[in-house]
T-cell receptor
Framework: GENVEQHPSTLSVQEGDSAVIKCTYS??????FPWYKQELGKGPQLIID?????GEKKDQRIAVTLNKTAKHFSLHITETQPEDSAVYFC????????????FGSGTRLQVQP | DTGVSQNPRHKITKRGQNVTFRCDPI?????LYWYRQTLGQGPEFLTY????????KSRLLSDRFSAERPKGSFSTLEIQRTEQGDSAMYLC?????????????FGEGSWLTVV
């Protein structure tokens, strides 16, 4: 089955700096890659996703890049703000068939004011 | 759209008791998923439904776990003879569509503590 690895497990940045979180996946059939933000005591909230037919997607301060050849994808947050502090999860899923999302182990991002 | 709703949000139970969680997906979402999440880990897939059909179950879903979605709307997850290792947050999610790759929306989760 699919295996998703995520790094780093913790990340501390100063407010205004950029943050980058990286994930690798094992199943070459995966073609859908969402990123979720989870705040303490809450469920994961989708912040951005990318499908394999594009290499990059941007939404305001958040961007995701995908390298299908290398089987890795990354989340980039620019101009970080204290409210960006949370745990971020990457995930992967095949675009066909019945399989659901496989998640990485998460990155705890702390933005220091 | 009211989002994915889960009840109860918190449950404390004694070892050996049965517990049931309910999930109401986003209206008209035909796919419904159950995940389990322990502290410091990502959500782990348990099972999912397309309408009322349970199409896939993870190895994590032991014989003590059963999930239903009788009318293709809400779903229940029952854990029988709970064990301390069952303590976790149980997440429900839903999506619209017949193929994977459509956005999956999560509820706020149901915390289970087995004492």
């Amino acid at each position: 089955g699919e295996n998703v690895e995520q790094h780093p497990s913790t990340l501390s940045v100063q407010e205004g700096d950029s943050a980058v979180i990286k994930c690798t996946y094992s199943d070459s059939a995966s073609n859908y890659f969402p990123w979720y933000k989870q705040e303490l005591g809450k469920g994961p909230q989708l912040i951005i996703d990318i499908r394999s037919n594009v290499g990059e997607k941007k939404d305001q301060r958040i961007a995701v890049t995908l390298n299908k050849t290398a089987k890795h994808f990354s989340l980039h947050i620019t101009e970080t703000q204290p409210e960006d502090s949370a745990v971020y999860f990457c995930a992967a899923s095949p675009g066909t068939g019945r399989r659901a999302l496989t998640f990485g182990s998460g990155t705890r991002l702390q933005v220091q004011p | 759209d009211t989002g994915v709703s889960q009840n109860p949000r918190h449950k404390i139970t004694k070892r050996g008791q049965n517990v049931t969680f309910r999930c109401d997906p986003i209206s008209e979402h035909n796919r419904l998923y159950w995940y389990r999440q322990t502290l410091g880990q990502g959500p782990e897939f348990l099972t999912y439904f397309q309408n009322e059909a349970q199409l896939e179950k993870s190895r994590l879903l032991s014989d003590r776990f059963s999930a239903e979605r009788p009318k293709g709307s809400f779903s229940t997850l029952e854990i029988q003879r709970t064990e301390q290792g069952d303590s976790a947050m149980y997440l429900c999610a839903s999506s619209l569509g017949l193929i994977s790759g459509n956005t999956i929306y999560f509820g706020e989760g149901s915390w289970l503590t087995v004492v």
